[in-house]
């Protein structure tokens, strides 16, 4: 008796506040989004702002604390030193080969999974590729460090030079090499649903109209896929340019941004660290503004 | 084919024994068919019936299980979609998005190398057939239904194909700007003088354009023959039933009714119903009566549950009514026997 006099109550409750949203929708979306929100404002936003405002702070040279007399003086640093600008060049060199790399391998591998392999096979294929994703990043940092030690007097090589006598050894084709393998998928899925998007009829309006595949891959389906291609590869783009474990493992003495605005923080001078990360905001800035164009934001 | 005597250079296309199967499923079972210069040909048939199957495997992008095909006397069973002289008109356009409505026209004559000054002629030629003259920068998302489906027949036709392949290229459109493009069409095709084979399952559109009717069940040409002929002679009962509504009659009922065993068609627009008591006939009542607009089919049940359609023109609509017992009449050459 008294159980379902409770749950009478309850029902009644519950009734009462859905009508109460449903009477006032603003509210209701209020409560719905207010935790979000403020999760973006703070973390998202907040840590964003407080980056670039850091900037523009002054050092304290003797305690290594950021102090909070304005100065442009970082920035100025960071544009006009050559050291630091041809290393934002190399970054952008590497990152953009690692990209590159990602879109010549994903190119045909999601033609075939999408068009040719049999629907049995598809989900295997795509399960087979993504899975790398679920592994951990330092994890196959250091396999492929193992597959690149070029070997020394102290100790002995890795599987290249021990099965092919060459190896790259540590340095930037290393770390390109291991930046595309790391982001492959990123790069692989957009272009696979892009694949997966192009309605089959389109493939053979062009055969019919007389163009044999080359020329059907390049006239329809490259244009087509262009959005993808541009999606893909802000993903590699980006996690590569901002990369700088994977150069410590496997880069030898080379130098991405990352690992100079790590040294910096760590000297330490944060001011000028986050000045250093100026670069790769505006970079990404400007290639997510160039991807846009490219139609990369499409088919979110 | 070393002879080229006329009577084999008016056939366009010829299917010899023609079998396509997917895994266990038999799409298309030993089809054997001519298609005539010129002609504007319909498969007709529901979904399911291979006459899609049929003209994929003409365009070339599905190949044969066995059988032959041959294009103007020449075998071309094996040979690609890209080097086969037919072209397509695709059920959903399959306009390239990425390329302006001329771009989409010129497509096969550049891919074929056919010099700028030329395509450009060509392609302002065909925007006129169909009606499309400043429309030739625009993309296809910036078209209507129709436009668009002009430009898939514009892309096609600019080719000068020996045959034009139709796939349900109407099937999209509202019932309104799917009859005009009906009577467009067909004037189109006299105009251009392609052979044009036209896939549907629409009855009243294999009816009012084509010469030639070829009717597909299961895999199977059930009849080959004009508008005329597949309405009015239908040869199987499957034909008559698909083609038009008509009433069956077989085993017993047949025998009852035209006294003749077999299976028997009769149009419901040569059944009266008469309510003079003397004249000889079927008694049934009326049991429903449908309003079609232009006239209204009257369905009747005799008294041992047979039921016969009948139309009637409106301005006699008034004298029936519901629950009536009425006499049914026919001439008798207004039945025919199919199998």
């Known amino acids: 008796m008294s159980l379902s006099t409770s749950s009478q109550i309850a029902k009644h409750k519950t009734q009462s506040i859905n009508r109460f949203f449903a009477s006032h929708p603003r509210l209701g979306l209020g409560t719905l989004l207010s935790g979000p929100i403020l999760w973006l404002l703070v973390v998202y936003v907040g840590s964003l702002a407080l980056l670039v405002v850091s900037a523009f702070f002054g050092l304290d040279e003797f305690t290594g604390k950021a102090t909070t007399n304005l100065t442009i003086g970082n920035i100025e640093e960071v544009i006009s030193e050559s050291a630091y600008r041809l290393l934002v060049l190399r970054s952008i060199g590497i990152a953009g080969a690692a990209t590159v790399i990602c879109f010549m391998l994903a190119l045909p591998v999601g033609f075939y999974i999408s068009k040719l392999a049999k629907p049995w096979a598809k989900r295997g294929l795509v399960v087979a590729i993504l899975l790398p994703l679920w592994a951990g990043y330092l994890v196959k940092a250091f396999a492929l460090r193992a597959v690149f030690e070029p070997g020394s007097e102290f100790g002995d090589g890795g599987f290249l030079k021990n099965t092919i006598g060459w190896s790259p050894g540590f340095g930037y084709l290393s770390v390109i090499i291991t930046l595309a393998y790391l982001w492959f998928p990123y790069m692989f899925l957009p272009i696979y649903s892009g694949f997966e998007r192009l309605p089959e009829s389109l493939i053979d309006a062009s055969s019919d109209l007389g163009a044999g595949s080359i020329r059907t891959f390049f006239s329809v389906m490259m244009p087509m896929l262009v959005p993808s291609i541009a999606a893909g590869s802000i993903f590699t783009f980006s996690l590569s340019l901002g990369d700088y474990i994977t150069v410590k493992i496997v880069g030898g003495k080379s130098q991405m941004i990352g690992n100079i605005i790590e040294r910096t923080l760590l000297a330490p001078n944060q001011p000028l660290a986050a000045a250093f990360t100026l670069w790769p905001i505006t970079i990404m800035v400007a290639y997510l503004f160039v991807m846009a164009r490219l139609g990369a934001f499409k088919n979110l | ?339």
């Open chain 2, 1 to 339: 084919m070393t002879s080229k005597a006329k009577p084999s250079s008016t056939i366009a296309i010829s299917l010899r024994e023609v079998r396509k199967t997917f895994g266990e499923v038999v799409a298309v079972d030993s089809v054997d068919l001519d298609v005539f210069n010129g002609e504007f040909l319909t498969l007709l048939g529901p979904s399911g019936s291979g006459k899609t199957t049929v003209l994929r495997m003409v365009a070339g992008f599905e190949a044969l299980t066995s059988g032959s095909i041959l294009l103007d006397g020449e075998d071309v069973t094996g040979v690609p979609a890209f080097e086969r002289d037919v072209n397509t008109v695709f059920q959903d356009y399959a306009l390239f998005p990425h390329m302006t409505v001329l771009e989409n026209i010129e497509y096969g004559l550049k891919v074929k190398g056919v010099a700028r000054d030329e395509r450009r002629n060509r392609a302002t030629k065909i925007l006129e057939v169909v009606q499309l003259i400043g429309f030739a920068d625009r993309k296809p998302n910036q078209l209507s239904g129709g436009q668009r489906q002009r430009v898939a027949l514009a892309r096609a036709l600019v080719n000068q194909p020996k045959v034009l392949l139709l796939d349900e290229p109407l099937g999209a459109l509202d019932l309104k700007l799917r009859e005009e493009m009906q009577v467009e069409l067909k004037s189109i095709q006299q105009r251009v003088g392609i052979t044009f084979v036209y896939v549907t399952h629409d009855q009243s559109e294999a009816l009012s354009m084509s010469d030639r009717v070829v009717v597909f069940n299961a895999g199977k040409i059930e009849q080959i023959g004009t508008p005329q002929e597949i309405y009015e002679h239908p040869a199987t009962s499957f034909v008559a039933s698909f083609v038009g509504i008509t009433n069956l009659f077989s085993g017993d009922r047949a025998q009852q009714i035209i006294g003749r065993s077999g299976t028997f068609t009769l149009r419901p627009e040569h059944v009266q119903i008469s309510f003079d008591s003397s004249q000889t006939g079927l008694s049934a009542t009326i049991s429903s009566i449908q309003y079609l607009g232009a006239e209204s089919r009257v369905h009747c049940t005799t008294k041992d549950n047979l039921k016969v359609i009948a139309t009637v023109a409106n301005e006699h609509l008034s004298r029936v009514v519901l629950g009536q017992l009425a006499t049914l009449v026919w001439k008798p050459d207004a039945v025919f026997e199919v199998s």
